[in-house]
């Protein structure tokens, strides 16, 4: 049997991340799938897609004959695509950075299709903007906990609610080493 590839080397890949989120919250039928992602040709979609479903990113949740082809919905599967904290120890400088403009990018490429689109009731619903947060990893667990509850309720395709893209982005400021020191001895909630 071989080794399972880490949720890293599996999800952040440019077209794999775009499918992992357009599939989050929802089933899609493949052909709903290329068309939430018409700038990459089936040939590609169907190759990532199958890698994903191999390494259970992504599961098929029904299976019917169309037109003589058979048509598969997808879903995420039981593999949770997300890298957690204990791989991105186990990850290179190279690995991560890598991993960190592949995010970056898909954020952008979101954000250009937005522009890009004609519907101009979208902006309604953008928003972006950077808060400096002062935590210790106790805090901060419980603001990720809280924050993961929050939307809970709104992680599902709903009728009459509009898809948007929430992201989070935590980056430590590493521009004062006085005030890291002090983060690892600081045991105050």
């Known amino acids: 049997m071989p080794e399972e590839s880490s949720i890293a080397d599996v999800v ?4 794999r991340l775009r499918v992992v989120q357009q599939l989050g919250g929802r089933s899609l039928t493949t052909a709903q799938l290329r068309a939430t992602l018409p700038d990459i040709t ?13 390494a259970g990113v992504l599961k098929v949740v029904d299976e019917r004959r169309v037109r003589g082809a058979v048509e598969r919905t997808l879903a995420l599967g ?19 950075r890598g991993a960190f ?8 490429a979101d954000f ?4 890009d689109s004609d519907d101009g009731s979208l902006r309604d619903f953008v928003g972006f903007g950077r808060t400096p947060l002062y935590v210790d990893a106790q805090a901060l667990a419980t603001i990720q906990t809280g924050l993961s509850e929050l939307i809970a309720p709104y992680t599902s395709e709903r009728d009459g609610r509009r898809r948007v ?7 430590p400021d590493a521009a ?7 983060f690892e001895n600081d045991e105050s909630p």
């Open 12 to 15: 952040l890949h440019p077209v």
């Open 42 to 54: 089936q040939a590609t979609l169907y190759r990532h897609v199958a890698v994903l479903v191999e």
């Open 78 to 96: 039981e593999r949770m695509a997300h890298v957690d904290q204990a791989e991105l120890r186990t990850m290179s400088d190279a690995h991560i």
């Open 101 to 108: 403009l592949t995010f970056l990018g898909d954020v952008a």
């Open 112 to 115: 250009d299709r937005f522009i």
């Open 165 to 171: 893209s929430f992201g989070t982005l935590l980056v």
């Open 176 to 182: 004062d080493p006085q005030q890291s020191q002090h």
